[in-house]
T-cell receptor, first 111, second 117 residues
Framework: GEDVEQSLFLSVREGDSSVINCTYT??????LYWYKQEPGAGLQLLTY?????DMKQDQRLTVLLNKKDKHLSLRIADTQTGDSAIYFC???????????FGQGTTLQVKP | DVKVTQSSRYLVKRTGEKVFLECVQD?????MFWYRQDPGLGLRLIYF???????EKGDIPEGYSVSREKKERFSLILESASTNQTSMYLC????????????????FGPGTRLTVT
């Protein structure tokens, strides 16, 4: 079946790099996404990667995709207190065409 | 600017009440979605719609129904609210894909936190 797994919590110091990891089961997924949810707000698309790519960089964000291990990661360089949020990994289920979300990783940034 | 609005940010209802959650998008999107968000469970799809008057069950439709009479509005209905429906409800919309392939970039509303007592 289609499933996405994330660890629930990550704590880093301001200025450090953060790495949020995600594993998924559907090897036929075409797109994989990272969404950010700030406190009291809805989800906002942060970045996405197409399944034929290994890496995508966008300013402080780097997405790495290991298709063999079905592993996706989001690296945030020079993490700021404003990066404190819940980060959701999601894939497009090839059977259903629906977005399948992970449980969300709460990122806490300490000053 | 893309905008999805939800009728209430916080709602408190009693067990057995009929509850309406409204969602409006101003982007002329064909596809709209209702999710519930619970700690440790992520987002779970309740219902979605890829056209006016069309609806499809998501992963957890039991206890819910939906209505899409106009393209911009998608309503979630709890026919008889129960305490296990206490949750954060998120509405989303998207423009790409049709039917089952309607999940590409989704825009989310701010959420309605519903408490059923």
């Amino acid at each position: 079946g289609e499933d996405v797994e994330q660890s629930l919590f990550l704590s880093v110091r301001e200025g450090d790099s953060s790495v949020i990891n995600c594993t998924y089961t559907d090897s036929s997924s075409t797109y994989l996404y990272w969404y950010k949810q700030e406190p009291g707000a809805g989800l906002q698309l942060l970045t996405y990667i197409f399944s034929n790519m290994d890496m995508k960089q966008d300013q402080r964000l780097t997405v790495l995709l290991n298709k063999k291990d079905k592993h996706l990661s989001l690296r945030i360089a020079d993490t700021q207190t404003g990066d404190s949020a819940i980060y959701f990994c999601a894939e497009i289920g090839s059977n259903t065409g629906k977005l399948i979300f992970g449980q969300g990783t709460t990122l806490q940034v300490k000053p | 600017d893309v905008k999805v609005t939800q009728s209430s940010r916080y709602l408190v209802k009693r067990t057995g009440e009929k509850v309406f959650l409204e969602c409006v998008q101003d982007m002329d999107h064909e596809n709209m979605f209702w999710y519930r968000q619970d700690p440790g469970l992520g987002l779970r799809l309740i219902y979605f719609s890829y056209d006016v008057k069309m609806k499809e069950k998501g992963d957890i439709p039991e206890g819910y129904s939906v209505s899409r009479e106009k393209k911009e509005r998608f309503s979630l209905i709890l026919e008889s609210a129960s305490t296990n429906q206490t949750s954060m409800y998120l509405c989303a919309s998207s423009s790409e894909g049709v039917g089952l392939k309607s999940s590409y970039e989704q825009y989310f509303g701010p959420g309605t936190r519903l408490t059923v007592t």
